[in-house]
């Protein structure tokens, strides 16, 4: 395997104020809500703006969905399938996403690559439900997202978005959020999990302050730093037993060493879950067995790595821009 010298540029760095919490989302009150807002559950929760589902385009209630205001739709076999799928921004003219189709097995792992603005975080906001689609439709294990509860649907997945959640509760409950049904467990059993998801999410670092409250809401609460909040947003959903697991851009605030490791670690890490991996790094993509890539809203190109740079379309002209990054270059 080569390894990579580095991956971080600055550019790829997150916007100072895109990971930045409001007053509302620290608030304790909303303990529950804040959960949702990481596992994707639109409408029920105190969402951020970037987060927040637009007007009217929130996940149908099931009650809607038995009376088929979408429409009764099913698709055969297992895994995630997107069937034409377009959705508009309210207020914008121009779709975010264009006649998206593919499908992607069970236990696979699939690298979403794209420019800014390509529609990366669009696409995995409509799979978990987020967002509805304005045609087409998303099928999971051959049932239309559109028609599926809300619980139903936040049992699939697994989800740390771009804008991942900091809590200010204490390290045990920012890995706790990520599955509250275990909170039913003996808490001796919770806490052997908590400290496993530590260290898969590789926060292990903070296994021994499990009680401390974080965040600046009490006058005791810790900060941490950009790269600490992720791995704990990555512990979090290491925590959660899903079939699917949503990486929107999980390594931008690690350092480079955190990084390998967490590449070196990401086979153990998915286990038999089927994941998608948003990065702006390219190199990521070896680690996953197909990748799609995105231009202006429309899935422009389907391959392994290998097959993708033969192609010299968009894949490879962005892994030629970065490979001068890499120890040494594949083709
Ligand atoms: N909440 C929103 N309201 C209106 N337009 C939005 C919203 N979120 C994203 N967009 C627009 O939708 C398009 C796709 O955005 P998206 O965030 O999916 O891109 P991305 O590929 O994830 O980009 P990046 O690499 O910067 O994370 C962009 O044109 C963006 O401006
Ligand atoms: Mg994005």
């Not at 895994?79 to 006649?99: C, N, Q, S």
């Not at 499990?210 to 900060?223: A, D, I, M, V």
């Not at 996953?288 to 422009?300: Q, Y």
């Amino acid at each position: 395997m080569k390894i990579p010298r580095s991956y971080l540029t600055e550019k790829e760095e997150p916007l100072a104020g895109k990971t930045a919490l409001t007053d509302q989302e620290e608030s304790p009150a909303g303990k529950m809500a804040l959960t949702d807002q990481e596992e994707p559950l639109a409408g029920k929760t105190a969402l951020t703006d970037q987060e927040a589902p637009p007007a009217g385009k929130t996940a149908l209630t099931e009650k809607e969905a038995l009376a088929g205001k979408k429409g009764t739709r099913e698709a055969a076999g297992k895994g995630i399938r997107f069937e034409h799928v377009t959705f508009t921004y309210p207020g914008r003219k121009e779709p975010a996403l264009r006649d998206v189709s593919f499908a992607m097995a069970p236990g696979t792992r699939t690298a979403l690559v794209g420019h800014n603005g390509s529609g990366k975080s669009t696409l995995v906001k409509l799979l978990c439900g987020l967002y509805q689609p304005d045609s087409g439709h998303i099928f999971i294990d051959g049932q239309d997202v559109a028609q599926m509860s809300p619980d139903a649907l936040r049992r699939h997945f697994s989800v740390v978005f771009q804008d991942y959640g900091k809590y200010s509760f204490t390290v045990r409950e920012n890995v706790e959020l990520g599955d509250v049904e275990k909170m039913r467990a003996p808490v001796r059993e919770r806490e052997k999990a908590v400290r496993a998801a530590l260290r898969q999410g590789l926060a292990e670092d903070l296994a021994g302050m499990l009680e401390k409250p974080l965040g600046n809401l009490s006058s005791e609460g810790t900060g941490l730093s950009g790269g600490q909040w992720q791995r704990l947003a990555l512990s979090r959903a290491c925590y959660r037993d899903s079939a699917i697991c949503v990486l929107d851009e999980p390594t931008a605030s690690l350092d480079p060493v955190a990084e390998n490791e967490l590449y070196a670690n990401f086979t153990e890490m998915m286990r038999e879950r089927a994941c998608i991996l948003i990065s702006h790094r390219l190199a990521v993509a070896r680690y996953t067995d197909r990748i799609l890539v995105l231009e202006g809203g429309r899935l422009v190109e389907d391959g392994t790595h290998g097959s993708l740079m033969e192609r010299e379309g968009v894949y490879a002209s962005m892994y030629r821009a970065q490979s001068h990054w890499y120890a040494s270059e594949e083709t």
